[in-house]
């Protein structure tokens, strides 16, 4: 049982990324996910936050940049970053909670992803 992301990698600011999660040992599909990112020297930030019934959420920091296509491979989630600025620049985790309901709170998440590097240069 596991989450694995990828997708990270280096990238010009104004540029995309599209991270993966990818689910093994359970179905992903009725478990709600996040995405948080962690900066180096900063706090984990959480960014974005979608449910089984489609709704997502997102901070202030990524709204309107950040979409969670719900379309593509089964058990993956994603994670499509637009117009990316070096402030983005973080390690970035997917998380699932079995509940299926968006939380903030980090403990209530069962699995989480070992995490994959995004740094965007200016």
């Known amino acids: 049982v596991q989450l694995v992301e990828s997708g990270g990698g280096l990238v010009q600011a104004g540029g995309s990324l599209r991270l993966s999660c990818v689910a093994t040992?359970?179905?992903?599909?009725?478990?709600?996910i996040g995405w948080v990112r962690q900066a180096p020297g900063k706090e984990r930030e959480g960014i974005s936050y979608a449910d089984p019934e489609g709704n997502q959420y997102f901070t202030d920091s990524v709204e309107g940049r950040f979409t969670m296509p719900a379309d593509g491979a089964q058990n993956t989630a994603y994670l499509l970053m637009r117009d990316l600025r070096p402030e983005d620049t973080a390690v970035y985790y997917c998380?699932?909670?079995?509940?299926?309901?968006?939380?903030?709170?980090?403990?209530?998440?069962?699995?989480w992803g070992q995490g994959t590097q995004v740094t965007v240069s200016s």
């Open positions: 040992g359970f179905d992903l599909s009725v478990y709600a």
């Open positions: 998380a699932a909670v079995s509940t299926g309901i968006i939380t903030l709170a980090w403990s209530e998440y069962d699995y």
